[in-house]
């Protein structure tokens, strides 16, 4: 672990006003859900991203699709948030606590599993949609799912049908080769425009255009910090970069912070 990087981040942060956290899926890697890069566990070693997660693949077999995505659903609800999230949740109170005033912390999200949410964040903007916001393929209304949890064990299964037009439901994941949500991403770059401070987590920073946030923060000359236990694409780009797990490295910050 990297104390040194770990107490000049909380130097910064507890002198900030507006933080915002960017994770990606190594944020929910000690959760037990697998990255989509680290191999040999990684999701895409696995799976076919054409046949998974691209609206060709969903035009080709929308069962398999909706299998697979109900089996990833269940996988996380098996899951818990991990202490890092539990940290992230806890850091806007605990800095108000240390200094007396409001500190805005914002996540803004690559990861699809809502665990942020689970762990008590109270503002999460989803970059790449959610595996618990089904939308109707036809008019894009919000769906349903069946009742009860889903099955992971199942190769293929009926998409639930729309309720309004009767369309077939399908997960609310952005794909490859779709855009990011426009309202989500314009409200991402606004944070980032206005924060005093940035942490990375768990990103490769390969995936555009979420990763031109951590670089448009350090271009404004934002403080960027990176916890990962490895370097990314993001990491020429962060004043300072942590060697850790989220689940080490986050709780460890914030007992920093609470001991100022
Ligand atoms: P990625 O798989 O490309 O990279 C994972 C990163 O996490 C790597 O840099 C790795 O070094 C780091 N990492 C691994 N273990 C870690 C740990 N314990 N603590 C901190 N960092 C750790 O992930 P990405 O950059 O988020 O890729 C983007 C795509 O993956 C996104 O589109 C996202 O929607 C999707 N995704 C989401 C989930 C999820 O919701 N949990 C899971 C897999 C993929
Ligand atoms: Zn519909």
Known sequence: MDTTALQ???????????????????????????TFR??????????????????????????????????????????QPHAGHIAVAQLADTLRSVHGHAVQVDVVTQNVDNLHERAGSSSVIHLHGSLFAPRCAACARPGEFA?????QTLTHLDPPECQHCGGYIRP?????????????FRMAEDLVDTCNAMLVIGTS???????ELPINAHQLGKFVAEINPDRSEVSGYTTVECRAKAAQGLPQLLDMLKNR
């Open 8 to 34: 000049k981040i909380a130097d910064q942060l507890i002198q900030a006003r507006r933080i915002v956290v960017f994770t990606g899926a190594g944020m929910s890697a000690e959760s037990g859900i697998a």
């Open 38 to 79: 680290d191999k040999p566990d990684s999701l895409w070693a696995k799976f076919n991203t054409r046949e998974m997660a691209s609206p060709a693949g969903w035009r080709e077999d929308k069962y398999r699709v909706w299998a697979w995505y109900e089996g990833r659903r269940g996988a996380v609800l098996e899951t």
């Open 147 to 151: 009742p009860g949890l889903p099955d």
């Open 172 to 184: 609310g994941v952005v794909w490859f080769g779709e855009s990011m949500p426009e309202k989500e």
């Open 205 to 211: 920073g390969v995936v555009f255009p979420a990763a």
